[in-house]
């Protein structure tokens, strides 16, 4: 079974700071690294895809991905009460499937 | 919103009945992808279905069936439902011609098995 590993949290930061959520996956050939954000009671919602080593920022959003180390995180600079929601990190390497991690909760304070 | 929809929002069925579940793509999409997420946890791969013809099938028993249609919407049938199956289902719409694998949700359908 090709694992997705998310830390489930929950993880607990301050108004106006940065969010940094991992996962790791131990499929080597994963092709696509995609985050979603779930808010309770809803559905997923794709914020960030990235396939290439680097970072892909996206306004207050930035993607990391290291191949070789099988990493990728989602960097949230100045987070708002509104980014609290369980964030699902997905990776595919057919294009199809999307293998998911367990999520992390944020929970962002006043 | 991402014109991905789902029918119906919550369903209560009785163990041993069947269910079938409907969505329907978003404009331009010609691919539908379902998923079960149990409480608590991630989504996972029932399979997937592009022009008509089941793409990719994850580790669920027959009794999970699917089907598209030639406008691209698609159904999702349980049949002899256990009191596992009680999650909520999520189909995903993407665009064979877009980016790998990235794929868009429906809000969902809730279905508890009693």
């Known amino acids: 079974q090709k694992e997705v590993e998310q830390n489930s949290g929950p993880l607990s930061v301050p108004e106006g700071a940065i969010a940094s959520l991992n996962c790791t996956y131990s499929d080597r050939g994963s092709q696509s690294f995609f985050w979603y954000r779930q808010y309770s009671g809803k559905s997923p919602e794709l914020i960030m895809s990235i396939y290439s080593n680097g970072d892909k920022e996206d306004g207050r959003f930035t993607a990391q991905l290291n191949k070789a180390s099988q990493y990728v995180s989602l960097l949230i600079r100045d987070s708002q009460p509104s980014d609290s929601a369980t964030y699902l990190c997905a990776v595919t390497n057919s294009g199809y499937a999307l293998n998911f991690g367990k999520g992390t909760s944020l929970l962002v304070t006043p | 919103e991402t014109g991905v929809t789902q029918s119906p929002t919550h369903l209560i069925k009785t163990r041993g009945q069947q269910v079938t579940l409907r969505c329907s793509s978003q404009?331009?999409?010609?691919?539908v992808s379902w998923y079960q997420q149990a409480l608590g946890q991630g989504p996972q791969f029932i399979f997937q279905y592009y022009r008509e013809e089941e793409n990719g099938r994850g580790n669920f028993p027959p009794r999970f069936s699917g089907l598209q249609f030639p406008n691209y919407s698609s159904e999702l049938n349980v049949n002899a439902l256990e009191l596992d199956d009680s999650a909520l289902y999520l189909c995903?719409?993407?665009?064979?011609?877009?980016?790998?694998?990235?794929?868009?949700f429906g809000p969902g359908t809730r279905l508890t098995v009693t």
């Open positions: 995903a719409s993407s665009s064979g011609a877009g980016p790998l694998g990235e794929q868009y």
């Open positions: 404009s331009g999409h010609n691919t």
